[in-house]
């Protein structure tokens, strides 16, 4: 550890200390009185939906420098790689980024409704080029039940993220407001900072602005190793505004821009570090750009119509170069002809461009005693991408409609869920193929009106041929086919074990099974065809009126290549993992916690993994009142112990430790 990171480090380190002291010490600092017990995270025992919501509150908590670090708690999600935007992927539920590829199109992620991500993009990761300042709420739905409204061929599950509003700040409240927020991370050099600046000129009229720089360099494993050999600048920035209009306000259009870019040079090709100096290195840009234009209408005293109509344009561009001589494979070293210029895939230049229309109406009515809350909606999505040298290129033009309804009869909801989509897909050197597919789902879900639900589920999707397949005809009209059944238990309740206390926890058991696959093969490049998944997902929540909360949360999956004739482990399992988190708040002021994530060895795979036992520390001081009302101190220290560990999945060993510090100051 350089001088620099000591001194950082210790800053950290005092700093909690400093935060920790008021609660042995309350004769010299008060600290506002605590009025009920929250935990960081609620638990959604509401619905049947495999559904995790993370806030705010908790993005800030987490210190996250990627989009994937938000998300890597929540039980069934696994990160491959995932601290930096490169060569980095999401896995759910088994499916999702892979050792080879970002994404298998299992796993959907939208930004305000936008649907962004690329295909297939070899070694090259997800790409998700996107930064956690700009959001106020990721949420996460696994499994298939709860995604036909966003798409279809979801199998491992959803992310859907929100940027955040002017009114946010303002708190509807004409007025300018200003937040700074600086951090800085020992392990790796990696500082951010976000400024956001909130106008509402009155009540129907809000902007937004907000630009954030974040810079990383290598990070150290637990045993002081450089993990890959380049780190990031990543400068990110949103424009955002929205106009209520209308008698009663029913009528608002709101419209954003992001735009997020990364320029590498003569970094590897290979982001998952998995092929040495095979491709050799690249100069790498790549560009990050999303749209939306959203239009509500949502009349008073009308509860059939509550519509809304939603334009995106997300656009992804990655340039990339050989550099000259840094393939161990020139000179026909490797055994073969080494292509004059690098191979095809480090020359190969991608853009993708998804325009999708979403036009969805919600109605509450009543037919007798039974209550419906009626999702119907129509969508068109059409997703180009630019013929690559090492890649096909064309047109996918999709047509979808939509119905979810959530029917209520006094404890029990039964929710029958349908989707049907056209695709037209082809390329000026390819066929033009036609596939449509019906999907749908059911669920139910029963309160006893003491605390106890029980639900269940069962969903059918198909993930239709993508451009990436042009190549290959066989694949252009067999879509890839999955059904999932769900069953769980859930409970909710005020004064458990003690006055004023409060426990909700939610179990949830899967089986998936996947068929007519033609996105994996095995090692010897032979097709997978059929695989199956199942697992077990435990959240838990409680809380004391005292402050005292403790969270905790916990994955069991099992999955099988059911390939005829070639039956093995399916590779994408994770690790069984659970994560404890005890902390005490005190009222808005202070907020401390513990955090304990273990994950099993995993020997039922071809890369098998060390078990891992990693401590986080978070400190969170916000002032209510006086010189410092509106500052944010926010220490935390990851991986205290230094643990050296790659995770299960990842290609990369994880970073050691890392203090943490971010100042942010609401003006």
Not at 413 to 429: C, F, K, N, V
Request: include cysteine; proline fraction near 4%.
């Amino acid at each position: 550890m350089t001088a620099r990171h000591m001194t950082v480090g210790l800053l950290a380190c005092g700093t909690a200390m400093a935060l920790a002291w008021p609660a042995a010490a309350q004769d010299s600092f008060s600290l506002d009185p605590v009025t009920l017990g929250q935990s960081k995270r609620e638990v959604r025992t509401d619905t049947a939906v495999s559904e995790t919501v993370v806030d705010e509150e908790e993005i800030e908590d987490r210190q996250a420098t990627t989009i994937a670090e938000l998300v890597d708690s929540v039980p069934g999600v696994s990160l491959i790689n995932g601290t930096t935007p490169q060569g980095s992927g999401i896995n759910i539920r088994g499916f999702g980024a892979t050792s080879s590829y970002g994404s298998d199109q299992k796993v959907a992620i939208q930004v305000d409704g936008a649907s962004v991500g690329s295909e297939e993009l070899y070694r090259i990761g997800t790409q998700l080029f996107t930064d956690p300042a700009l959001y106020k709420q990721v949420t996460v739905i696994r499994g298939t039940a709860g995604t036909f409204e966003y798409g279809s061929g979801i199998i491992g599950g959803l992310i859907r993220l929100d940027t955040k509003d002017a009114s946010d700040f303002t708190g509807g409240v004409p007025g300018f407001k200003l937040r700074q927020t600086l951090q800085y991370g020992t392990n790796g050099d990696a500082w951010a900072s976000s400024t956001i600046l909130a106008w509402q000129p009155d009540e129907n009229l809000e902007f937004l602005g907000n630009y954030t720089y974040r810079s990383q360099g290598v990070q150290k494993d637990g045993d002081g190793k450089g993990i890959g050999e380049d780190g990031f600048d990543l400068p990110s920035w949103m424009l955002k505004g929205k106009y209520t209009f209308g008698e009663a306000r029913e009528h608002s259009v709101k419209l954003s821009y992001s735009d997020t870019s990364s320029d590498e040079k003569d970094v590897p090709y290979d982001t998952f570090g998995t092929t040495t100096d095979m491709f050799g290195n690249v100069d790498r840009k790549t560009r990050s750009k999303t749209a939306v234009l959203e239009y509500a209408f949502d009349p008073a005293g009308n509860d059939l119509i509550n519509l809304t109509a939603t334009l995106s344009y997300a656009e992804q561009k990655i340039d990339q170069d050989y550099v000259p001589g840094s393939s161990s494979c020139e000179g026909g070293a490797c055994g073969f002809p080494f292509p004059p210029g690098g191979f095809p895939t480090t020359n190969a230049d991608h853009r993708y461009e998804t325009t999708k229309l979403t036009v969805k109406n919600q109605a509450l009515f009543a037919t007798g005693q039974l209550g419906h809350d009626l999702r119907t909606g129509v969508e068109y999505v059409r997703k180009e991408r630019l013929d690559a040298n090492s890649a096909p290129g064309g047109t996918d033009k999709r047509w979808a409609l939509f119905a979810v309804d959530d029917m209520s009869f006094g404890g029990l909801t039964l929710t029958p869920a349908l989707r049907y989509e056209t695709q037209d897909i082809g390329g000026d050197s390819y066929a033009d193929y036609d596939n449509d597919a019906l999907m749908g789902g059911f669920s139910a879900r029963y309160a006893f009106g003491n605390g106890w639900a029980v639900f269940g589920s069962a969903a059918y999707t198909e993930n239709l041929p993508i451009i990436d397949d042009l190549g290959t005809p066989a694949y252009m009209t067999r879509s890839e086919k999955a059904r999932t059944y769900e069953l769980g238990v859930s409970y909710d309740r005020g004064t458990v074990f003690a006055e004023g206390d409060d426990l909700a926890l939610k179990a949830t058991a899967y089986h998936t099974t996947v068929w007519d696959i033609t996105s994996y093969t095995t090692d010897t490049m032979v097709p997978i065809t059929d695989a199956r998944m199942k697992g077990l997902e435990l959240e838990a929540a409680y809380s004391l009126p005292s402050g005292h909360y403790v969270d905790f949360n916990a994955n069991i999956a099992r999955g099988e290549n059911t390939t005829p004739g070639i039956r093995d482990d399916w590779e994408g399992t994770p690790a069984d993992d659970l994560r404890v988190t005890l902390g005490k708040r005190w009222g808005e002021t202070l907020d401390l916690s513990w955090e304990v994530a273990h994950a099993a060895e995993m020997n039922r795979s071809d890369t098998p993994s060390d078990s891992s036992t990693v401590h986080n520390l978070r400190a969170t001081w916000r002032p209510q009142e006086g010189l410092f009302k509106g500052t944010e101190i926010r220490a935390g220290i990851e991986n205290a112990f230094d643990l050296d560990y790659t995770p299960h999945l990842a290609t990369r060993p994880a970073p050691g430790r890392t203090f943490k510090l971010t100042l942010a100051r609401t003006f």
